[in-house]
């Protein structure tokens, strides 16, 4: 018995300094990426059952003629856009699993000005259609979003950081893709079958003492994205060799 | 007793619950007149039965009485309750302090809290013979290291992995096996089913935690997990291998049950519905495997889980062929009568397994 509880006492250390040691190895050596992002990109969580101050990442994906995320692509991350012969269609899409990728953020550069004025144009072409149906603030609106603009995808983040050698503009973060069905047909009387970033892992950013600090008056506000309302924090961002992020700095913006 | 040494507590409340059961029976057999012990005789007998009784519950305070069995039952939902609670209100307790922390305090205090824990459980274990608070502690020491686990992976902001699964497994299994606690072994044997499984479902390019949607991948850890009941450092476990049985086979059972439905979540380069049908015929066959080999080994929890699984199986089929054209009551009255006939192959079986007596 008592070579078993030193054995479970064991297992708790080895965990932990393992954890501790991979979490070193991630922050020592070349960063993978470094980059300074704001309110929009990084929305603080709230919890009414906890004190930690966490950050969520916000990103925004194209699902416009710019999309980049189509049957060609997805199929080098090992998703299939044709289902087994004889199989229901219906079932066997909404069943497909997700699958992990490497995903390219683009933090404020050529994606999220192309979005951005694609956005612009078809409210604009919305309001002419439609009249009043489209809100007049678009561009205000576009100014509280996120500039985060994923932009490619691969299962080897190696490849990716080749293609996007930037890395104070490129951020590549482990992520899942799933395929789904777009309502619509796709030009061929077919219904368009698209990918989608799910989730990045770590979706969520834990933000430590001191840099908690910056946060510490905002708990219980919420951001609403607007041109008269600027993000009130900046937090810079690093990514180490296992594409695991920490805080190095975090201010409050004037 | 002969064996007293080797003995585990439900070895010894199993005798403790057959001697009570014998001087009933004695005492009824000689009320009718069936048989009439010498005072001698009747005096040896109970010296004897006293002895051991005083013998077993000066080493494992077994229950002597019916009362003494349920407030035992009782203690045992409580501890269970109490482990759970306690658990929940460390967790709440660092979210509520977490803020408060550096990270170097978070970790030391999540790293520290299950060894203080195992720590305390030790403590209790000497002081008590029933294992009550012990096992509560137990488990607290393990909700403990989920925690840990858990925060470090949060202060890190870790990528997502299965090799939690792996370190509460062997944690929660190394201090099963050193109290002969059940629910610490079921979920050590849950977490390595589970770790097993994701790792399977990562060659795939899957992420891991999708391993429900690939569920074939549970087969062969569950197999193995149901086979170790069988191992040598099993057989003096009490309940351990029972328990060992009915997480495997459970586990077998349910995969059966969820592939037999929806082909689509299966690894075989089959058509969906052919994937479903194989597991229907599977299902079937392996729940009369399970009743057949529960019977002959008297395994009570596979019989159970074979003719539970059997029943859940036939009636899925019911629902796939009849629901939508059958009236209702119809439909009901045809599930009843299948169970009726259920029960008297059940009851054929169980008059065979009777012996020569019956």
Redesign the interface.
Known sequence: ?KR??L???A???L??LG??T??AL?RTGPEDAEVTLTERELRLVH?S??????LRMMFVQRFDEAEWLTCPKLAT??VSCAP?????MA??YA?Q????AYVVLEDDGPAWQSYRQAEIRRQEEARRTYKSAAPDNVESLLDGYSRLVAIDAD?DAAVLRSRYPDRHRYLIV?A?VSIYGRVGPDGNGRTRLSGTITRL??QT??V??PY?SVFASMEGSTYAPSAERAPRYWVTLRYGR?????IVNAGRTQ | MSAERNVTREQAQARADRIRAFRDELAAAESDGAVRLTADQRETLDRYHDTLLASLTARFDVDRSAAQHHLSLGLRVVSLLGAVALTAAAV?FF?????????AGQ?AIV?AA??AA?WAA?RTSRAERTLYFTALLAVL?FGC?VL??YV?????????SPLPLF?WS??AL??A???NLRLLLVGGAVCAIAFCAAVTV?W????WD?FF??PESLLIPAAAVAATSVAPFNAQRGLFPATLRGVGFGIIALTVVVLSS?G??SRL?L???TIEHIYQVAGFAYALLLIGFGVRRGWTETTNIGAALFGLLLFLRFVDWWWDWMPKYLFFATVGAAALAFMFVLRALRRSAAGPHE
């Open positions: 018995m078993l509880l054995g479970a006492a297992i708790v250390c965990t932990n954890a501790l991979l979490g991630n919890d059952d906890s004190t930690a101050t966490t991350l090992g087994p012969p004889g199989s229901d079932r066997w069943r699993p997700e699958r992990q299962s482990d899942r892992s770590p950013i834990n430590p003492k908690s296992f594409h695991e992020p920490w | 709440l979210q509520r302090i977490w803020g408060f922390v550096p990270s970790v790293w299950p060894l195992l030790q020491a290291f840990d686990v470090l992976g949060s202060v890190l902001n870790a990528r997502e370190v062997a944690f190394a201090v096996y050193a109290w990562t795939s390019q899957l992420p999708l949607v690939r929806f689509e979540a380069w058509p969906p519905r």
